[in-house]
């Protein structure tokens, strides 16, 4: 199990971090628990202590619901703080990011994990 501490020592090891979808979901819905977790992430992005990248495609993950509910606040909400959250790196979907997960897929490998990691590595070879 993560705690605050084991959490606070990776990110001293990792300035750079891959966010995921459910991050920002567990943060913005504050989850029970993970919460916490989330809002020492957080908290250290804005601060400038770690940078961190994310997809375009979680944006688009994100922006689901409020959409399928026509909450026209929400969608706006979520937009505006997502596109300008300080130290925060929006990673383009592009060819390049898409054909490492269908290698992946090809060879049984689950899709939604492998896109991440794709994204991820992106970033890594940028930095």
């Not at 997502?82 to 290698?103: A, C, E, G, R, V």
Request: proline letters at 7%; hydrophobic letters at 40%.
């Amino acid at each position: 199990m993560v705690t605050i501490s084991s959490l606070d020592k990776f990110l001293k090891e990792h300035r750079n971090v891959f966010i995921d979808t459910s991050l920002f979901i567990y943060h913005v819905e504050k989850h029970p628990r993970y919460h916490i977790l989330c809002d020492k992430i957080f908290k250290d992005i804005e601060t400038g202590r770690i940078r961190a990248s994310t997809s375009t495609l979680s944006l688009l993950e994100i922006l689901l619901q409020p959409y399928r509910l026509k909450n026209e606040s929400l969608i706006f909400n979520f937009y505006s703080l997502l596109t300008t959250y300080p130290n925060l790196m929006w990673i383009d979907l592009t060819p390049n990011i898409i054909s490492k997960p269908l290698t992946q897929y090809r060879q049984h490998q689950p899709l939604p994990p492998a896109l991440p990691v794709s994204y991820a590595m992106t970033v890594s070879s940028k930095s």
